[in-house]
């Protein structure tokens, strides 16, 4: 196994409103993401992960950060930076995106939240995407303004997630469909709530728009679902593998595109005015991708995560790389996603992967290994 580091805080890696309050309910580590420090773990990933699938769990995702893009030309920068096309999304309404540079890469797969005609979060995985979507706008002399709002996003996860949110917000919040996001007041204060999340399981993402106000959030929220045996938690491995959730960093980056990801549907080449790296990604789409991810089944002990990603052998040759590992318990077995050469993705393929200097057989399959409960991408 990889020997634990020691986590040493600098003041490059900003603080969340909420770490107190995990730090508190048990946090029992940390990583940074986003330039933040944000809770690792609190009893274990497998105790989470049944937490999450059995109760409501709560997470500290303040780490996601919001590009505001708001001003007159709002919609012509959120259509140009959007795979998608930004005119089929509606005043209230969130669409998971990608967000390409020029030649198809991958730069990040955030939420867009679309809060008015010509107002768009974008809600952020790991990466500095300000100053790529502020450059974007100075290069193309768009009067808009785009900057980081004071907003935290906290994060309420598993099955007993609507009875939890329907006691705080009240039944209108709590019947939101997935995918939709409304303001509301807490207590005088204004916050955004959508049904989203990052769990593979029915939840809601909470918008805090106060910094300061962060510790009287959590408590909130906790003692709300006490009633549901509410437990703090981190983003779990476990069931975002087996709900087919990939991860920016870890499963993608600028060397991948979208088609290569098997989400070639989330890129609308015909979209009003293009967007950046459309010409390569009709490239791509014309010719197929090169590479696929694909899931994958690997025999041997329970892994926990994987702290680099592992090369992937066929018939001794290598084929591509592991991105992502973890035990389900649901399964009995290690889950994944592979990267391989095109003709390696099929399913059934027999694979090796190395892990750590040892060598375990392995097989593709298709993912999600489990449908997601909050419903399909919009």
Known sequence: ????????????????????????????????????????????????????????????VAVERQVEIRGPDAFALAQ??????????????????????????ILNDPVLLRLGEDRFWL??????????AQAIAAERG?????REPDVSPIQVQGPKSKPLIGDVFGEGIAGLPYYRCAWTILEGLELLVSRTGWSGEFGYEVFLTDATRGSWLWDRLFEAGR?????????????RIEGGILSYGTDMDDSVNPYELGFGRLVDLDADGGFVGRSALAAVAERGP?????????????????????????????????????YSPRFGANLGFVLVEAAYARTGTELEVMIEGDRYPAATEPFPFVERITGPDS
Not at 16 to 30: E, I, T
Not at 123 to 132: V, Y
Not at 142 to 146: A, G, I, Q, S, T
């Open 227 to 239: 009633p549901y045996n509410i437990k703090p938690a981190a983003p779990n491995q476990v069931r």
């Open 290 to 326: 090169e590479r696929l991810m694909t899931g994958v089944r690997i025999d041997g002990p329970p892994q926990l995560g994987n702290p680099t990603h592992y090369p992937v052998f066929a018939g001794g040759a290598r084929v591509g790389r592991l991105t992502s590992v973890a």
């Open 80 to 105: 140009y930076l959007c795979t998608r096309d930004v005119s089929r999304v509606a005043v209230g309404q969130c669409r998971y995106t990608f967000l390409c540079n020029y030649e198809g890469g």
């Open 123 to 132: 809600s952020l995985a790991d990466r500095d995407i300000l100053l790529w």
């Open 1 to 60: 196994m990889t020997e634990q580091l020691p986590f040493v805080p600098t003041p490059r890696n900003r603080l969340s409103p909420y770490l107190d309050s995990a730090r508190k309910s048990g946090m029992s580590g940390v990583t940074v993401y986003n330039h933040m420090v944000m809770p690792g773990i609190y009893e274990g990933m497998l105790e989470e992960y049944r937490a999450l699938v059995e109760d409501v769990t709560l997470w500290d």
């Open 142 to 146: 768009l009067d808009v303004v785009v």
